[in-house]
């Protein structure tokens, strides 16, 4: 029977590409599990984010970022995977940027339309409008649309409102036993950790100059001495990707390489030796069984 004093929930988090849900997830559990770029549509997969506090477990989901434009079939994915999040959860924190509604807003409210009694909405980057006078608008908008609406103005960057977004969710989480462990932080795999990390360190590193076509397979993920031997291959679509990756003289695969090596001996708190290569495989980003292969298609 379940304690009556303890809390326990899932919680998706949901919006637009950009708004910030990476960045919000990481800080609300108070630890990195999730990566962050500038680049929009850096999350692919649904990430658990598990923050034990007290008689509270909230289970937090970061989704992909809904998008209009499914141009391929990892698009479709992510859009599936984001929507899939708000199905049978307690809770559903709807971010927005700051003073920004987009059609894309607009499209992510309409598929919480039959959820919207357990919607809070998050006004996230707020410290970087310098007359908060500006966000009424925004507040008044949202009001309209999220009648009855919580609506919570936040900077996950900068950590604030976090505690005042936490204890909103503590309140509407459902009474039950804790579903994990309380110093278990994500339901995912130190492997699937690892591909995450390096594809971050791509992204961040290659700007404009790479498209979205590229992922992160571990081929191999061992532990031997109290070392961490990780062996990643980053697939490209094409040779002029690969050549962008490897840089000039295999310089900015290193660069690439040492940059994840250290996100990976803090998370695994462990030394690690990390090799890594790149191949190319044509289409595998618009190719149902590719993404199966690579894990996508959950």
């Given at each position: 029977m379940a304690n009556e004093a303890s809390r326990?929930?899932?919680?998706?988090?949901?919006?637009r590409p950009n708004v910030g849900k990476s960045t919000l997830l990481n800080h609300l559990i108070q630890q990195k599990i999730s990566i962050t770029s500038r680049k929009a549509q850096t999350?692919?997969?649904?990430?658990?984010?598990?923050?034990?506090?007290g008689s509270a477990q909230i289970i937090f989901v970061d989704t992909p970022g809904m998008h209009k434009k499914e141009a391929n079939a990892v698009n479709r994915y992510m859009n599936r995977a984001a929507l899939s999040a708000t199905q049978g959860t307690d809770l559903v924190l709807f971010v927005i940027d700051r003073v920004m509604w987009t059609d894309e807003d607009e499209m992510v409210l309409s598929r919480l339309k039959d959820i919207r009694q357990n919607v809070?909405?998050?006004?996230?980057?707020?410290?970087?409008?310098?007359?908060?006078?500006?966000?009424?608008?925004q507040v008044s908008?949202?009001?309209?649309?999220?009648?009855?609406?919580?609506?919570?103005?936040?900077?996950?960057?900068k950590n604030f409102n976090l505690v005042e977004l936490e204890k909103e969710i503590v309140k509407r989480l459902p009474a039950g036993d804790?579903?994990?462990?309380?110093?278990?932080?994500?339901?995912?795999?130190?492997?699937?950790?690892?591909?995450?990390l390096i594809r971050e360190k791509i992204m961040?590193?290659?700007?404009?100059?790479?498209?979205?076509?590229v992922t992160v397979d571990i081929e191999e993920f061992k532990e031997e001495n109290g070392i961490?031997?990780?062996?990643?291959?980053?697939l490209v679509e094409r040779e002029g990707q690969k050549r962008i990756v490897i840089g000039d003289g295999g310089g900015r695969l290193k660069s690439i390489g040492q940059a994840a090596r250290l996100d990976l001996e803090v998370l695994l708190d462990a030394k690690v030796m990390l090799k890594l290569w790149?191949?190319?495989k044509s289409g595998w980003s618009d190719d149902d069984r590719a993404l199966r292969n690579l894990g996508y298609l959950e």
């Open positions: 326990c929930g899932y919680v998706a988090i949901v919006g999350t692919r997969h649904n990430i658990t984010g598990i923050r034990t506090q809070i909405a998050v006004i996230n980057k707020v410290d970087i409008v310098e007359d908060k006078a500006a966000l009424i608008p908008r949202i009001s309209e649309k999220l009648d009855p609406a919580v609506i919570i103005p936040v900077s996950a960057l804790h579903i994990f462990p309380s110093d278990q932080i994500t339901d995912k795999s130190s492997r699937f950790l690892a591909s995450e961040r590193q290659l700007g404009a100059e790479l498209p979205y076509q961490v031997h990780i062996a990643g291959l980053i790149v191949k190319v």
